[in-house]
């Protein structure tokens, strides 16, 4: 079946670094991967679409400075996040959409603490 | 506008109880949903989807019943589980859109 790693699964980190967030499709290849945010007892929050290739869609009121993605290939997208602050802690889930099937599988999440 | 996420509702049941899990959404666009089950700090796990062109699917021990007209959606879970228990959402796609979109989500819990 569709697998989707992403890496870290945590991270840890002092304020103002940045930290990238890698979402691959292992075994299928994906044309868009969509990147979500989901804080503690909340639901999932569309931050970005990204397609191989081209620039990410952002969703409003994310900011593009400030969370960097990048589809450089049809199996990775990566998630920047610049000069991080402890209110960008949150759970950061990627998904991807295959290109033959249009089967979209999630993956495992990445936990971000920001010091 | 689009489903945002809110508090989560609580939902708890007794094993072996049918479980119904119910979700409204915005867009009328929208022509496929989708159930996911998430447990504590993993990603979402695809339950069972339907199409607009359907008004219920089911599955093994779930059934997935579409409303257009109210635009709601009910997840049900049949002979529920402590397995079960987890945040459930609900999630809109419209073709024309492209992007999955998550609804309120809801907190199974299954009481052995």
């Known amino acids: 079946g569709a697998v989707v790693s992403q890496h870290p699964s945590r991270v840890i980190c002092k304020s103002g670094t940045s930290v990238k967030i890698e979402c691959r499709s292992l075994?299928?290849?994906?044309?868009?991967m969509f990147w979500y945010r989901q804080f503690p007892k909340k639901s999932l929050m569309l931050m970005a679409t990204?397609?191989?290739?081209?620039?990410?869609?952002?969703e409003q009121g994310v900011e593009k400075d400030k969370f960097l993605i990048n589809h450089a290939s049809l199996t990775l997208s990566t998630l920047t996040v610049t000069s991080a602050h402890p209110e960008d802690s949150s759970f950061y889930i990627c998904?991807?959409?295959?290109?033959?099937?249009?089967?979209?599988?999630f993956g495992a999440g990445s936990r971000l603490t920001v010091l | 506008g689009e489903s945002v996420g809110l508090h989560l509702p609580t939902l708890s049941v007794q094993e072996g109880d049918n479980s119904i899990i119910n979700c409204a959404y915005s867009?009328?666009?929208?022509?496929?949903f989708i159930w996911y089950k998430q447990e504590s700090g993993k990603g979402p796990q695809f339950i069972i989807d339907?199409?607009?062109?359907?008004d219920k699917r089911q599955g093994q021990r779930v059934t997935v019943l579409l409303n257009k007209t109210v635009k709601h959606l009910s997840l049900q879970i049949a002979a529920t589980q402590p397995g079960d228990s987890a945040v459930y959402f609900c999630?809109?796609?419209?073709?024309?859109?492209?992007?999955?979109?998550f609804g309120q989500g809801t907190e199974l819990s299954v009481k052995p």
């Open positions: 990204s397609n191989e290739g081209s620039k990410a869609t952002y």
């Open positions: 998904s991807a959409l295959g290109q033959a099937a249009g089967v979209l599988t």
């Open positions: 867009n009328s666009a929208s022509d496929y």
């Open positions: 999630a809109e796609m419209s073709h024309q859109g492209g992007k999955l979109i």
């Open positions: 075994d299928f290849q994906a044309t868009t």
């Open positions: 339907i199409r607009s062109n359907m």
